[in-house]
């Protein structure tokens, strides 16, 4: 007889190669044909509603890392919540209007300008469900589970038809207006830009310092002073018509160089040196204040340019008098408009210089700078040109940089609502936590918001004008363009005339003639997607505002976040979310952004063809996302090589119950042995601690938790020495089946808790289980935590013999390392020990050789009665020899029982029995 045929060795045919990258689609595919989607809808109808709202990520070409890791994160949640009793459809979404799309079809050679807007608009369309259909087939491959069929798209009718009304809704309480004021445009863009759409990157400018000449200083100054001003946009002198100045610091006048200067006191030995005067004689010191209304004179054209009070002006650079230019600065917008200047602004809309600017009409505005800084120099007004290296604004679309211009814009008031802001952010759960201050901070400080864009890709501002130019935003007006926009979608406002878009009959006093025009420009972006609360939320059933969880990267504190805070806020006076929680940027290995040029991206189908889509899931799982994460091929290697040993984990387990059936072999709680107990103490914990972890978005605490659970709980102890006992014993053994018992119980749950992070994985798992009722684990629950009893002073108790085991095993491999034994189980193991150790293996009912894998083992006396040759460590001295007697050709235990029974004389006693009754001839 071949002994080896007899053992009950592990039998199961789930592979021990995950094989993902293969495998992976067709589960995706019995997910589709089955429609698991619905199916965990159904199973879950009734329970309390869980709403993880989708932020529309851009309808613009392949997934990115970033996209991948906040998709996967989405995922873990709603899986979680939709196994803890909630009902969690998750509905994903698109962003599809905006510049991109426009430029990725100038890009592609389509000619705008030869057709009409509705006809290129028809193209963005096309083009951005193309996006749609390449990105969806990415994001389902990453495994994330969601009603794809039927996602929400910006562009969609029905989206836009809501998005009218969250417009119309705050217009009637007034807090949309039109205005004249500087806005961020960017001339690579032609358009308008919101705070969100700007990007800081270093440019190199000029740096100029100017002398205006006093005109009339009220006598206060002397005629013949010219006051200092600095500037790095010399293309913003030709639009100076003023100089602000702080009323309480204190002004000097000072003569050098046959000429007398104003500059501020503070600053004053910084601009000698920037300037490079030798020396100075102060003639005089006076305070802001006493400046007001003065008069100085353009440097360039001779016109007053007057001296204002302004709380903005700081010491922190420059001279302390700023150079103000209404029509292309904030500050100098507000100073300007407090002292009745008018809005000048010599700029066009491609960034071109124009005739309010003689002398360089026609010019680029960065090009501008050279002839206006040499026609400054020419009349001995520039006193010093250098160049700086600073962070400018650009546009984050076209990477140019970006000016300041004033032109008319409609904008949403934030002021009219702040203090409602403020409030619904303070009433919103933040992790991390610093996120409420970012938010509150940004709320607090900015300013209204321009919603108005140049461009054509995007939804129509719904006004219309009288013949008197006053705008018509009513809410007749508003319902019948919403009402259209659902019938026909947004491109009728371009496909039809104005009479053809206003309700039948309609009559304003501003047109006694019946003659409308309508608004050109289209809404912010940010306008579209800040509108989804009402448009997804409200608009479908399955779902409910305000949403439970708006998840997204840190960037959409002044984005996402922000706008949709700002529209639901304005329209319902409460945040669309009752929390928010953040994610980080995917770097590199070694922490640098990714980029083409470097050649450092790590592309997440290349990731799944490689490796599998649970591994790009599992690194999810492993990092800290809250901060910025790293990727890279020698982290996913470490990552894949974690799954590795879950996925072995899992086939040792499931190998070892091929032939257990729980609902005949089970063995009750209380006649496990207590090693067998304390595992299911183990296993507890490990419940309790993931689903706190799950709970608090701690994914990574996951992560680790299932790892030392498989490899040290398991792996490391209790599989280790239960393989003598699975292997070696009859089948229906009782500590066998007890073993059996803990391994069916740790198998469900394990598949269970890490089904949000590993869905492929644990689906295939679970098709391996017998007897199990659901076709998938995701028509589960997550396993409860169950109190077992005695269960601290189990674990006490076991922890402590866990010690004395690592003692034990260091022991034997010193001893190995010595070449006294090879295998452990050659060894046999005499252990030294005080009271208290003593004590602990006296309690121990378990074969304590079986549980240290040798095949002797005895206490022999206290730990200063030890050899000198006895290993002392720290809870025993152990004395490590061979074992006596001969090898078991079955089970591998040295012995001297081996051949005591005369027929099996290479086997011993229980090996003997075991055949003698499961297998004699």
Not at 422 to 430: I, L, R, S, Y
Not at 526 to 544: K, M, T, Y
Not at 696 to 715: I, K, M, P, Q, R
Request: glycine share 6%; net charge negative; aromatic share 10%.
């Amino acid at each position: 007889m071949d002994f080896k045929d007899t053992l009950l060795m592990p039998n199961t045919e789930f592979p021990m190669r995950g094989n993902l990258p293969k495998r992976e689609p067709d589960i995706q595919a019995n997910w589709e044909e089955t429609n698991i989607y619905e199916m965990v809808r159904q199973r879950t109808k009734g329970r309390p509603l869980f709403i993880l709202h989708d932020g529309p990520p851009y309808a613009n070409g392949d997934i990115h890392m970033g996209h991948a890791l906040n998709k996967i994160l989405k995922d873990f949640i709603v899986r979680y919540k939709s196994m803890t009793g909630y009902d969690a459809p998750y509905v994903p979404g698109w962003d599809t209007h905006g510049l991109p799309i426009e430029q990725a079809l100038t890009n592609k050679g389509v000619k705008r300008k030869e057709m009409t807007v509705a006809e290129f608009r028809k193209l963005c369309e096309q083009y951005a469900y193309e996006q749609i259909e390449n990105q969806r087939a990415q994001f389902k491959r990453l495994g994330v589970r969601g009603d794809w069929e039927n996602p929400y798209i910006t562009l969609k009718p029905e989206y836009e038809a809501q998005q009218i009304k969250v417009f119309g809704e705050m217009a009637k309480k007034g807090y949309i207006y039109k205005g004249l004021k500087p806005v961020y445009w960017s001339p690579s863009s032609e358009s308008a830009l919101a705070e969100a759409e700007i990007e800081y990157k270093d440019k190199r400018s000029p740096s100029i310092y100017v002398a205006f000449k006093v005109k009339n200083g009220k006598g206060v100054l002397p005629e013949d002073t010219e006051i200092v001003i600095w500037t790095t946009t010399p293309w913003t002198i030709p639009a100076n018509l003023g100089i602000s100045v702080h009323p309480d610091l204190s002004y000097v006048v000072v003569e050098t160089c046959g000429r007398k200067f104003l500059v501020a006191e503070d600053l004053l030995e910084t601009v000698k040196q920037e300037i490079g005067w030798e020396s100075y004689q102060v003639l005089q010191t006076v305070k802001g204040k006493d400046l007001e209304n003065m008069v100085a004179e353009h440097p360039l054209y001779g016109r007053d340019s007057l001296v204002m009070l302004g709380a903005h002006v700081t010491t922190d650079a420059g001279t302390g008098c700023v150079h103000t230019a209404p029509g292309h600065g904030e500050d100098d917008f507000f100073v300007g408009q407090k002292y009745g200047l008018e809005v000048l602004c010599p700029v066009d809309d491609k960034g071109v210089m124009t005739s309010e600017a003689p002398g360089f009409e026609g010019v680029f505005y960065d090009e501008a700078n050279k002839p206006i800084s040499q026609k400054l120099e020419q009349n001995g007004s520039l006193l010093k040109l250098s160049f700086i290296t600073h962070s400018y604004p650009h546009d984050w679309r076209t990477k140019k940089p970006v000016i300041f211009r004033a032109t008319a814009q409609w904008f949403a008031s934030i002021k009219d609502f702040r203090e409602d802001l403020m409030k619904a952010v303070e009433e919103t759960k933040w992790v991390p936590a610093w996120g409420e201050t970012r938010l509150y901070n940004m709320v607090r400080d900015r300013g209204d918001w321009c919603i108005s864009r140049q461009r054509v890709w995007g939804v129509p501002i719904p006004v219309f004008y009288a013949e008197n130019g006053e705008s018509i935003i009513t809410d007749e007006t508003i319902s019948h363009i919403s009402e259209l926009f659902r019938e026909h979608g947004s491109n009728i406002w371009f496909e039809r005339d104005v009479a053809d878009l206003l309700p039948e009959g309609f009559k304003h006093p501003g047109s006694p003639n019946g003659e409308f025009t309508k608004e050109t420009d289209i809404m912010d972006v940010w306008f579209d997607s800040g509108s989804s609360h009402q448009a997804v939320l409200v608009e479908r059933e399955e779902l409910q505002r305000p949403a439970d969880l708006y998840l997204e990267g840190s960037d959409q504190y002044r984005g996402w976040f922000n706008s949709s805070l700002s529209t639901s806020v304005a329209v319902t006076g409460k945040a669309p979310y009752k929390g928010v929680l953040s994610h980080g940027f995917v770097l590199d290995g070694e922490g640098r952004k990714m980029s083409k040029s470097i050649g450092n991206v790590v592309i997440p189908a290349k990731v799944m063809n490689q490796l599998g889509g649970d591994i790009l899931r599992l690194w999810v799982a492993s990092v800290d996302y809250q901060a910025d994460v790293r990727v890279s091929d020698a982290i996913l290697k470490q990552v894949a090589e974690v799954y590795r040993k879950i996925r072995n984990t899992f086939r040792f387990l499931l190998g070892n119950l091929s032939d257990f059936n729980p609902a005949e072999n089970s063995v009750p709680l209380k006649d496990l042995r207590e090693v067998d107990q304390f595992m299911l103490v183990k296993l507890n914990k490990l419940i309790k601690q993931v689903r706190d972890a799950y709970e608090n978005y701690e994914f990574a605490s996951v992560y680790h938790a299932v790892n030392n659970f498989c490899t040290l709980d398991l792996s490391a102890f209790y599989l280790d020495f239960a393989k003598d006992i699975l292997y070696i014993e009859s089948k229906d053994n009782s500590e066998r089946r007890a073993i059996q018992t803990v391994l069916h119980e740790s198998l469900i749950t394990l598949v269970k808790l890490v089904a949000p992070i590993l869905p492929h994985t644990a689906d295939e798992v679970w098709a391996f289980i017998p007897s199990m009722d659901e076709d998938s684990v995701q028509l589960t629950d997550m396993p409860e935590f169950t109190e077992i009893e005695n269960a601290q002073a189990l674990e006490e108790k076991w922890n402590q013999f866990l010690s004395l085991r690592d003692d034990v095993l260091k022991a034997l491999e010193e001893a190995r390392n010595e070449k006294v034994i090879g295998k452990s189980l050659a060894a046999k193991v005499t252990l030294y020990v005080n009271g208290k150790t003593r004590d602990l293996l006296n309690s121990i009912t378990e074969n304590p050789a079986q549980l240290f894998i040798v095949s002797g083992f005895e206490v022999a006396g206290n730990m200063d009665e030890a050899p000198e040759n006895a290993i002392r460590l720290e809870h025993a001295a152990v004395v490590v020899t061979k074992a006596n007697g001969e090898t078991c050709e079955r089970c591998w235990t040295v012995t001297p029982e081996v051949g005591q029974v005369e027929e099996h004389p290479t086997l011993c006693k229980r090996c003997s029995q075991v055949v003698k009754e499961n297998y004699s001839m």
